[in-house]
């Protein structure tokens, strides 16, 4: 360093050029030249130790005093210039927020699938396993095994799907074959129940068949969930009890739910639980305690168990939640409609 | 069941509304479906006297009547002629209202002009007033009909009318008399059961039964000298809102007796049979019967019939025969009022396609006590209203049994009902409904059910018969609990893993009908011995075109693919789980048949997947893509993922139905699972499907066997790690895996990233040349990795490829 430090002229020349700075790289520069590695001041600042005592001790004063005053200015400079980037700078990167979301291909489950899997997991909740079956099934389990009369019109070829014996044994007279697509999926009741002792507490989804042409209240595939509860003490009261935890479950707390006889050759008492939707009453869930015959039947001591089994239509209750009025719906597979369950 | 109110109010009141009486009805197991009032919306129809008919001058088909309601005459222009002067008939006078064709719009009658003279309203035919639908001519009422009176209100056309749906063990519930029993047993007001009158003396036409099980009864009654013409206008009144079609006053009795108690009555014209004589037996071979409804009928050996001296005359508790027909001739009647056996009356019913409401009731068990009850009821009302005299009759009742007592246990029911009800409190709910209750052994009830309940026949018969009379609405709720932990299988966690996460990834689930055709799997171009050529027949299929099981899921996701594309929608991406239906072989059975050996199919768990057009679709800043091979291998990886497999590999795959160079065999974890692939140009063809469709079908079952497996993870590495690129120069044929298993190789332990992020072809590489270029990513936990340890592994990675796929790496 030649000469004494000129600390006005380096404060004026500093001062002077962050003003000038236009945009913050500018002012980078600025700071640079004054306290940068090769700035004035930090020269200054090295040659200090040259000097002699009284004047070191003065002229470190005056850079200390001329640093403070750049950084001050500095500050204030950047304050600003960062203000004005963000109004003109970020106004004019601004993109239009209201063109359509990018997302992922779009896919949707199957109403009738996402409703039955609520539906199971209400059970699954109380304690119910979930088991499943074949769908085609041999008269035994769809019919004798459930008590179903010989002469039970379910049985005929007007009302079930009969299959061809895989085995070449000729049809009855009647044209049956012993072996169907079911026509419930209350033969894995029977399945269950021969397949492991009593306590049983479980839950069947699955599809099921019947003669039927599709309309808008008939299907010839449809869906069911059935329970089944078998221990040692079960009683009316508690299939009352499950079926309204049921109920209110799927269809909401105040639900109002309707109690009342019916007949189901498997079950005895039998009962069907109507809730009130849409201004009108809607049977929801046949049901009964398990009629002895198909406790023996199945290897379970009547006197010694006794249990409740209960079953529901899986597409009455999807249409309920989603306002559909027809069945054919849900098997036309036309994406206008599956794609609202997206 | 239709029961009008005023009809069951003859035998219980227990002074409710008819909907109070509806939900007790319900309540009680007798569920009330609709409330309806079908014979009434008629209002100001007065009673008329014909006092004179003439012709219209000018028409052919017109009559000028003059009609006197009591106080004057009114001239009315009527086009039927079928009324003589001094005929009582429904006059709608100017003011009166016909319900109309359509209940919701009552038509009000005016003046109107026809042929130049004013009408002063309209004669009303039955139809016209809403009763039945006979408009042959202009409704003639009783000669005793009172003239001025309102019809509504003589004719009680506003009766409410209980439409029961009534479950097929509660026969009785199929007739107004078994419907105010149970009112009765539920309300608790007094029933009154009409007086029954046995037969008495000889009626001269002997009856034979041949088999008492299936004809238990036979009551027989002869009406001689009865006039045959319409019934009093309450009667068909009543029929009608009970939903049957008046016909004439001894046709009517028999319906009205059947309606009322239950029990099924036919009349014979005596003159028209042969003997006379009156056999029960079953059909001999080669017999035939022209029924009522004039068909000639072949009888089956196993058909009961009631036969005359020549043959048969009616089939048993189905239809009577055509030969032996009530007419407008008749004067001398036997009532046939038997006893038929469900069983017989419903395969005689099925084998002839003949379901009557005779038949309906038979098929749920009509008591043979109910037989003497419904003779009285249909003998009264034809010599009440049809004229002559019973000469006779026979009740024959060789199926009579003593009847059983059903024991129960009152500790039992309070059990299995779960309801505090003490034995008395049983026993008076059993009495309600009219058992015979007697104390039996060890506090035990010996309960004989009444005569009209052939039902009850079993203890936990009488739990249903305790609660009901208790009701159903007072069963407390209470919620037991297994006592276990409920879920689902491990199996069923995975399919819906599956299910989930493809429909994340873009993929629609669709749900197509099982059943296809045999020429659906021959056109996807399986070979002949393929096992999916194999398929499960239907007897009934509900379509003759669609007679089989699907074997594969195929067939149905195409078909859904070419419902949308006929529909506008041609990007499309859908998948099924489900099962598919194959013959039994050793190494895949069926599930077991039960205890009648019954074979049953193989029903594999398949997952199918399909898709058409653009898989990510146009947008704004985008072209369409279309969908390709690998968004179909992405779908089989997102369900590797989504049950936690570890590996993938696709080897290419020359079978139908797929294009030979653009389907991939697919092994999860080393396992064969499917197969995917672009469809072969004639399969699309054959599907009309788009062209460039792709599908797969994978073993879903064998992907899920495991459940979801959870995923192990290592701690990453603390220390940095090495990025860097490879490009690996290689014979176009070398397959993309191959070269990534060499890179790999080379790579070694240390490799955690690797992304092929570019494929190259171009003159400078030279002719069938292409190249890969690859990104990887070195991590070492326990030191920090160097250029020189990039070095090394790019060469180790450089003699890797050399010698595993005979590249080099271009540096």
């Not at chain 2, 409330?35 to 007065?46: C, D, F, N, S």
């Not at chain 2, 017109?62 to 429904?90: M, S």
């Not at chain 2, 003699?799 to 590249?807: C, N, P």
Request: charged residues 25%; glycine residues 10%; hydrophobic residues 40%.
């Amino acid at each position: 360093m030649n000469g004494t430090f000129d600390a006005e002229g380096v404060r004026r020349d500093a001062l002077a050029a962050i003003a000038a700075a236009c945009d913050l790289a500018e002012l980078e520069a600025a700071k640079a030249a004054v306290v940068g590695r090769r700035g004035t001041l930090t020269a200054a600042q090295r040659s200090l130790g040259a000097l002699p005592e009284d004047e070191r001790r003065r002229t470190g004063a005056a850079v200390n005093a001329v640093r403070a005053a750049v950084a001050q200015a500095e500050a204030a400079r950047r304050a600003e210039l960062e203000d004005e980037r963000d109004r003109v700078v970020l106004a004019q990167e601004a993109i239009d927020v209201t063109l359509p979301p990018r997302t992922p291909p779009r896919g949707a489950l199957h109403p009738i699938n996402e409703t039955m899997d609520a539906m199971l997991d209400i059970l699954v909740g109380l304690g119910y396993r979930v088991v499943t079956g074949p769908e085609v099934e041999s008269d035994w389990y769809n019919f004798d095994a459930l008590n179903t009369p010989v002469d039970h019109p379910a049985r005929t070829l007007k009302d079930s799907i009969y299959v061809r014996s895989l085995v070449d044994v000729p049809p009855r007279a009647d044209g049956t074959t012993g072996i169907l697509l079911r026509t419930e999926t209350s033969p894995v009741q029977a399945r269950t129940m021969l397949a492991q002792p009593p306590p049983v507490y479980v839950v069947i989804p699955g599809r099921v068949y019947r003669q039927d042409t599709p309309d808008a209240t008939h299907l010839p595939m449809f869906h069911q969930i059935e329970g089944l509860a078998v221990d040692t003490d079960l009683s009316f009261t508690d299939l009352r009890g499950t079926l309204a935890e049921l109920a209110r479950a799927l269809l909401g707390p105040e639900t109002g739910l309707r109690f009342r006889p019916h007949y189901f050759p498997f079950t005895e008492p039998s009962a069907e639980l109507d809730a009130w939707h849409s201004g009108r009453w809607m049977e929801l869930l046949g049901s009964g305690m398990v009629h002895p015959n198909v406790l023996r039947t199945c290897g379970y001591d009547p006197e010694q168990v006794q249990g409740f089994a209960f079953g529901m239509g899986v597409e009455r209750m999807a249409m309920v939640r989603h306002g559909i009025g027809d069945l054919r719906l849900f098997v036309e597979n036309d994406l206008r409609f599956l794609s609202a369950f997206a | 069941m239709r029961v009008p109110l005023s009809w069951l109010h003859e035998f219980v009141d227990p002074g409710l509304s008819a909907e109070g009486l509806a939900d007790v009805l319900t309540a009680g197991g007798l569920e009330v479906e609709a409330v309806e009032r079908p014979t009434g919306g008629a209002r100001g129809v007065t009673v008329v006297e014909v006092r004179s008919a003439a012709p219209v001058p000018g028409s052919d088909k017109l009559t000028l009547v003059q009609a006197f309601d009591g106080e004057r005459e009114w001239e009315i222009v009527c086009g039927a002629r079928n009324y003589q002067v001094g005929d009582k008939v429904p006059a709608a006078l100017p003011g009166a209202v016909l319900p109309g064709p359509d209940p919701t719009r009552p038509v009000e009658i005016g003046r109107r002009k026809l042929m130049g003279i004013v009408s002063n309203g309209m004669l009303a035919s039955a139809r016209e007033l809403g009763i039945g639908d006979d408009h042959r001519g202009i409704w003639i009422l009783d000669r005793d009909a009172p003239i001025g009176a309102d019809l509504t209100e003589w004719l009680d056309l506003d009766d409410a009318v209980l439409d029961i749906d009534v479950t097929p063990d509660r026969g009785y519930a199929l007739s107004i008399l078994g419907v105010a029993r149970d009112v009765a047993a539920l309300t608790g007001a007094e029933l009154r059961v009409p007086e029954t009158l046995a037969p008495d003396g000889d009626p001269g036409v002997p009856v034979v039964i041949d088999d008492a099980e299936r004809c238990r009864r036979f009551d027989a009654r002869r009406i001689t000298g009865v006039r045959v013409g319409p019934s009093p206008a309450w009667l068909q009144r009543r029929l009608a809102a009970a939903g049957m079609r008046p016909i004439s006053n001894i046709v009517d009795a028999t319906n009205y007796a059947m309606l009322e108690t239950g029990n099924p009555i036919h009349a014979y014209d005596v003159a028209l049979l042969a003997g006379p004589r009156i056999e029960v037996r079953t059909a001999s071979p080669g017999e035939t019967l022209r029924t009522l409804d004039g068909v000639e009928r072949e009888l089956d050996s196993d058909d009961l019939v009631i036969a005359d001296a020549d043959g048969p005359v009616g089939l048993a508790g189905v239809m009577g025969g055509a030969g032996t027909e009530i007419n407008d001739g008749t004067t001398d009647v036997l009532l046939e009022v038997a006893n038929f056996s469900a069983a017989t009356v419903l395969r005689t019913a099925r084998r002839h396609g003949l379901h009557t409401e005779g038949s309906r009731r038979w098929e749920r068990m009509v008591p043979p006590s109910s037989a003497p009850v419904a003779a009285t009821v249909a003998a009264g009302l034809i010599t009440r209203h049809a004229g002559g005299a019973v000469v006779g009759g026979t009740d024959h009742y060789p199926g009579r049994r003593e009847p059983e007592a059903v024991r129960l246990r009152p500790a039992r029911a309070r059990s299995l009902l779960g309801l505090d009800l003490d034995t008395g409190a049983q026993q008076a709910a059993l009495e309600a409904i009219g058992c015979t209750v007697n104390e039996g052994a060890a506090g035990e009830l010996a309960v004989v059910p009444p005569a009209y309940r052939p039902d009850l026949l079993l203890e936990v018969d009488l739990y249903e018969e305790i609660v009901r009379i208790h009701g159903y609405g007072r069963v407390p709720e209470t919620v037991p609990s297994s006592g276990a932990a409920g879920g689902r299988s491990p199996r069923d966690v995975a399919r819906r893993a599956v299910r989930r996460a493809l429909a994340g990834a873009g993929w629609t689930e669709v749900m197509p009908f099982p059943f296809v055709a045999d020429a659906d799997l021959a056109v996807l171009g399986l070979d002949a011995g393929d096992p999916r050529r194999t398929t499960v027949a239907l007897v009934n299929p509900l379509s003759k075109e669609e007679s089989v099981l699907r074997t594969t899921l195929l067939p149905g996701l195409l078909r859904a693919v070419r419902h949308n594309a006929n529909r506008q929608t041609t990007d499309l991406a859908i998948f099924e789980t489900g099962p598919a239906f194959l013959p039994p072989t050793p190494e895949e059975p069926g599930a077991d048949g039960g205890p009648t050996g019954v074979v049953l199919p193989a029903e594999p768990l398949m997952l199918a997947l399909a898709a058409a057009g653009a898989f990510e679709p146009a947008r704004h800043d985008r072209p369409p893509r279309p969908v390709d091979l690998y968004d179909l291998l992405g779908a089989v990886e997102v369900v590797r993922r989504s049950v936690g497999g570890r590996t993938l590999e696709a080897r290419p795959t020359d079978e139908p139905p797929y294009h030979p160079g653009r389907a991939a065999r697919v092994l999860l974890d080393g396992v064969d699972v499917g197969v995917v692939g672009e469809l072969h140009p004639r399969v699309v063809a054959a599907y009309e499907v788009p062209a460039r469709t792709l599908a797969g079908e994978l073993r879903l079952d064998r992907i899920v066997a495991e459940g979801v497996r959870h995923p192990v993870a290592a701690a990453p590495s603390p220390l940095p790690g090495l990025r860097f690129d490879v490009a690996v120069l290689v014979d176009e044929g070398v397959p993309a895996a191959d070269v990534e298993a060499a890179v790999r190789a080379g790579a070694g332990d240390g490799l955690t990233e690797l992304t092929l992020f570019d494929v190259f072809r171009g003159p400078q590489l030279g002719e069938g040349r292409k190249s890969l270029a690859y990104a990887l990513r070195l991590d070492d936990p326990e030191r920090q990795l160097s250029d020189v340890d990039e070095a090394a592994a790019i060469e180790a990675v450089a003699r890797s490829v050399a010698a595993r796929v005979d590249g080099r790496l271009r540096r």
